[in-house]
């Protein structure tokens, strides 16, 4: 069986290859003898509750109180939470207290942890590829936010490959540095990619393994001690994530793992004070932090996303099909939902809406390609749609309904895939624009039409949001996608007759734009973007010239 190695014993002996690492056990055993898990998923009930737990400074701890979970499918009380409060925060204000600003390895400092982190990747990349360990995770995925057995797995391939791409010498090239020649003899400026030390990583509830791990494990690649904290509705996933980094050598140290409220979490990050910190979630939550941390933050917030359809028509079917993906899939859960499509007249005379239509009302709660709403209520979506509905001009496309015949809890929501046209001048007015455009994070989305002669207004309705995740510019008209493209800012923008807002695998940098404190995630340049920062060495050894003399003061 595989033993992690100790610090002190991977600086002393010949580092273990993956190969050896990945030869010295098998997984052909149950799905209960998985060597890192501490839960079987179907196992998790009322009966038999699963326990999660905190990680600070390389020990794993409960709390004096514990937070019960309900089944987000039928209420039943499944998943304690270690919750702390705000008296129990010091070991973890310690732990990040400990780490020096200059990181736990930068170019000058350890850097054979550059190729431990390539190992580690290398290990947990093979492992989430092994079929009972990613239906592991992917079945944990559905339990705690329930979505497609695809979506889920999707999640898991991504964490996957993002692995394999940073195994090997991948994250010391993270550390690549430049030089520029001096003005004399013995002068040259080098440019390195700086750790910040102690940093903090908050992370939200739809992508329970994915968002967390890539941002981690960028921020471990760099140098960083982070502390971690995901939604405790599925901070699950990521507690077991965790145990697998671990089996996979990441030393137990380098990580802090917390469980609490947003009140909790705040207080933490007012006393240890972290360099960094990043945030992927609501914009409310995020300006708040951002003034609290006085701007030492990245953020990956809200997105109400938009879709364009240009002017020339073509694959129905296919528009229509991913239309209804990048709305409803995942109860339309995801930072990159469609929330609005403009539609070129064209398309009217089509039988886009009505394609759309039968595709979402395939969807049923049985395989979960639709399901409960964790952020808000089935009341508060269905006022939301009759407020839209009192817009001169508006009207229900298809949905509008409760989900019928079900046991989810009514803490949560559960709506039909929902589709409201408001015309496009109704949408531009002051009175309407800030209804129109606030995100609902579910199964919703605002359909309207423009004219050829309407684009500088639909420009402009895009120029007004706040938000600039994603996008789709879906033409193959060149000049049609230069005249959006050049007029609009969204940070992952996807152009062209296949264009869509969802699905950002991990070969392309993912994140808003517009905002100098815009986080990314996925991509080299993601990772030294935010878990980075610029620090130039300029050597100057000389020699002097001969017979240098002190000039004039100056």
Not at 13 to 28: D, G, I, V, Y
Not at 348 to 367: F, H, I, V, W
Request: hydrophobic content about 40%.
């Amino acid at each position: 069986m595989f033993r992690v190695l100790t610090r002190r014993e991977f600086q002393t002996r010949a580092p273990q290859t993956a190969l050896s690492w990945l030869t010295s056990f098998n997984l052909s055993r149950s799905a209960h003898s998985l060597p890192f898990a501490t839960i079987e998923v179907e196992e998790v009930s009322g009966s038999q509750p699963a326990e999660v737990y905190n990680l600070v400074q390389g020990k794993w701890t409960g709390s004096s109180k514990w937070n019960t979970l309900v089944d987000p499918l039928n209420g039943e009380p499944f998943i304690k939470i270690a919750e702390l409060d705000e008296n129990e925060i010091q070991p973890f204000v310690e732990s990040l207290s400990n780490c020096p600003k200059h990181g736990l390895h930068n170019p000058f400092k350890s850097p054979e942890r550059y190729l431990l982190y390539g190992d580690i990747s290398a290990k947990a990349a093979h492992m989430l590829s092994l079929p009972k360990v990613y239906d592991f995770f992917t079945r944990l995925i559905q339990r705690v936010a329930p979505k497609s057995y695809q979506q889920a797995l999707g999640e898991v391939q991504v964490t996957q490959k993002f692995l394999a791409n940073f195994s090997g010498d991948q994250v010391r090239f993270l550390a690549r540095s430049f030089a520029v020649p001096g003005n004399h003899l013995g002068q040259q400026s080098h440019g390195f990619r700086w750790p910040y030390g102690p940093v903090a990583i908050i992370t939200p509830f739809n992508f329970p393994l994915e968002i967390p791990v890539l941002q981690l494990m960028g921020a471990l690649y760099m140098g960083n001690k982070p502390v971690l904290k995901v939604d405790s509705k599925v901070s699950i996933v990521m507690e077991q994530m965790m145990r697998l980094l671990h089996y996979c050598g990441l030393p137990v140290e380098d990580v802090d793992f917390i469980n609490s409220d947003g009140k909790t979490m705040n207080k933490l990050l007012m006393e240890a004070n972290p360099q960094m910190t990043l945030f992927t979630g609501s914009s409310r939550v995020a300006d708040k932090l951002a003034t609290d941390l006085k701007g030492r933050i990245k953020l990956e917030d809200a997105g109400f996303d938009w879709k364009v359809l240009g002017p020339d028509v073509q694959e129905e079917d296919y528009v229509a099909w991913v239309c209804d993906q990048d709305a409803y899939a995942c109860s339309g859960q995801k930072c990159s939902a469609q929330s609005i499509l403009f539609m070129h007249e064209n398309w009217s005379s089509t039988s886009l809406l009505s394609k759309m239509k039968d595709l979402a009302e395939r969807r049923k709660l049985g395989d979960l390609t639709v399901g409960p709403v964790l952020t808000l209520t089935t009341e508060a979506m269905l006022d939301h749609m009759n407020k839209l509905l009192q817009i001169s001009g508006s009207k229900l496309l298809f949905g509008g309904e409760a989900l019928k015949n079900h046991s989810i809890p009514s803490i949560y929501g559960a709506i039909k895939p929902t589709a409201i046209y408001v015309p496009l001048e109704e949408i531009v007015k002051d009175n309407n624009y800030e209804l129109v455009t606030r995100e609902i994070f579910g199964p919703f989305q605002i359909v309207t039409e423009y004219k050829q002669d309407q684009l500088p207004m639909v420009l402009n309705a895009l120029e007004r949001m706040h938000a600039h995740l994603t996008a789709a510019v879906v033409s193959n008209d060149p000049l049609f996608l230069q005249e959006v493209i050049g007029n609009t800012v969204n940070g992952t923008t996807y152009a062209g007759l296949r264009a869509r807002t969802t699905g950002a695998p991990q070969n392309h940098w993912f994140g808003p734009a517009g905002d100098p404190r815009g986080a990314g995630i996925g991509t080299p340049e993601a990772i030294k973007l935010v878990w980075s920062c610029h620090r130039e060495i300029i050597y100057d050894i000389g020699p002097l010239e001969k017979h240098w003399e002190i000039p004039p003061s100056t």
